[in-house]
């Protein structure tokens, strides 16, 4: 991994000698030319050492959002800057191609390549911004969304039920937990009469989740919480052995059990209101290879009645196309997370679009399926890069009907 990051590190090198005929197009100060490439030094610098001295356990996480935030900032914006130049680069090849076939005399437009380095350079700056104010703020602009539900064969007693869905906390990447109380006061104002949790309490290793016991502790819910496994929360990706793993994960379920979460591992609890049921199931991390495969549908369905509401707690989205659309004990409802939305892209009404969704077609919102429904969490905290564009935290509510 290491090697692969350096291999990375010197192409973004290789792109910052072409970045810079762009830097001296538009400044000709030499002080402002020096100090410019004594940045740039020290920030490869910093890089290079952050991941020749990377260790790989489950303390690294802030490392890991220092190195996500400089390689987006700093680099990633640059790639605009490359484009225009690009552009420009090949409008002069096909003008020199042009003048040799057609032997007349080569012209060179200075304004342009001026003009181009200007929109790169302002584009690239725009880009920074955004992932600097994604770090500061926006992972932490929760925001509510009401999504009603109309599941066929509803008892009555679950008109109007509302289910809360929150995921992929990644507590791990949070360093002052009291910053999150304002989305716990969101979650508890929306007076839930369930609250469910779908996966990814933490990065590495059930610790980072103690610091968030007290304030989960807080959450509301007239009829429980639930909760179940995601990819990270097996310490899968620590150096640990696979008996310190397996302690760990107990240890979570433990901490999960304080803060009043019930973990469902592969089973299934009944709601019940004036005599009348749903059923609340819950599996463990089923995903695509490389992510495990631990969930049991099978398992989690039995006992539970086959004409009844059965809402699937299950951390992959990928888990819903592949195994849960085709059983054929009908499961009206999934909920999933694991996409994080990638947190980049642009999440509007009628337009959105995020890289993960050529790895990930079902990566956001609500989709429908064989009569079956899969709603995708965008994620409730942050991994890797420690902020958010465009995707927000998300707190979904969903009213039954």
């Known amino acids: ?230 990819n990270h929360d097996y310490a899968h990706y620590t150096n640990y052995s696979d008996e310190e793993k397996h302690k760990s994960l107990l240890r979570l379920i433990d901490f999960e059990t304080q803060a009043g979460f019930e973990m469902l591992r592969n089973e299934n609890r009944a709601i019940e209101k004036n005599g009348e049921k749903i059923y609340i199931l819950g599996v463990e991390n089923w995903g695509e290879p490389p992510f495990p495969q631990y969930g049991d549908l099978d398992k989690a369905l039995e006992g539970v009645p086959e004409n009844s509401v059965k809402i699937l707690m299950s951390h992959d989205p990928t888990h819903f196309d592949k195994i849960v659309k085709h059983h054929p004990k009908n499961v009206q409802l999934t909920l999933s997370g694991h996409t994080h939305g990638m947190q980049f892209g642009i999440d509007l009404k009628n337009v959105k679009w995020s890289p993960i969704q050529y790895r990930y077609p079902k990566w956001a919102d609500l989709y429908e399926s064989m009569g079956k429904y899969l709603y995708v969490n965008r994620g409730f905290g942050v991994i890797g890069y420690p902020g958010r564009v465009g995707i927000l935290p998300e707190i979904t509510v969903f009213e039954l009907d």
Do not use: C, W
């Open 1 to 230: 991994m290491r090697k692969n990051f350096i291999y990375i590190l010197i192409l973004f090198f290789i792109l910052e000698i072409y970045v810079y005929q762009a830097f001296k197009t538009l400044v000709s100060n030499s002080l402002a030319r020096i100090i410019y490439i004594s940045v740039t030094l020290a920030v490869y610098g910093f890089l290079f050492y952050s991941v020749l001295n990377f260790q790989t356990s489950n303390r690294d996480h802030h490392r890991v959002q220092i190195i996500a935030t400089f390689l987006l900032a700093f680099l990633i914006a640059k790639v605009f800057i490359a484009v225009f130049l690009l552009i420009d680069d090949i409008f002069r090849l096909l003008q020199y191609g042009f003048s040799r076939f057609s032997n007349s005399s080569k012209t060179y437009y200075p304004e342009r390549r001026k003009f181009l380095s200007v929109v790169g350079f302002a584009l690239a700056g725009i880009f920074s911004t955004l992932v600097i104010d994604g770090v500061v703020f926006g992972k932490y602009r929760h925001r509510v969304r009401k999504v009603k539900l109309k599941i066929a064969g509803l008892p009555k007693s679950f008109k109007g039920y509302k289910i809360l869905q929150i995921s992929d906390l990644h507590s791990g990447s949070f360093f002052h937990p009291e910053k999150l109380e304002k989305a716990v006061k969101l979650i508890n104002d929306q007076n839930a009469d369930l609250v469910l949790f779908t996966g990814d309490m933490v990065n590495g290793v059930a610790e980072e989740f103690l610091p968030f016991v007290p304030l989960f502790s807080t959450i509301k819910s007239k009829d429980g919480k639930f909760s179940v496994l995601g």
